[in-house]
């Protein structure tokens, strides 16, 4: 089994910035990627970013490139979402996954899940 704990989220102004980190512990061996999503009130869990720990490869959603960064600390076992120039739409709770696979947008693709943690950005 896999176990991943988010840490990072709270309250920022508009423009501000925030970290997120997702620790991975348990069989992480078997992983080959990890993504962060989000979901706001009322709306579908979508994709945000991913990293293809193999290629060493990311990817972002549109609606956050150039503004966020996904990364990840070998040692550590623990992925990072940081977060800059934060707009009051990217409000929501983000969720850090993990897949065994190449890393995908799609969420059922992933096969383990965190609690997620609550970002919200005022105007």
């Known amino acids: 089994q896999v176990q991943l704990v988010e840490s990072g989220g709270g309250l920022v102004q508009a423009g501000g910035s925030l970290r997120l980190s997702c620790a991975t512990s348990?069989?992480?061996?078997?992983?080959?990627?990890t993504g962060w999503f989000r979901q706001a009130p009322g709306k579908e869990r979508e994709f945000v970013a991913a990293i293809w720990w193999s290629l060493r490869s990311t990817y972002y959603a549109d609606s956050v490139k150039g503004r966020f960064t996904i990364s990840r600390d070998n040692a550590k076992n623990t992925v990072y979402l940081q977060m800059n120039s934060l707009k009051p739409e990217d409000t929501a709770v983000y969720y850090c996954?993990?897949?065994?696979?190449?890393?995908?947008?799609?969420?059922?693709?992933?096969?383990?899940w965190g609690q997620g943690t609550q970002v919200t950005v005022s105007s």
């Open positions: 348990g069989r992480t061996f078997s992983l080959d990627g």
């Open positions: 996954a993990a897949s065994r696979t190449n890393p995908t947008m799609l969420a059922r693709d992933y096969d383990y």
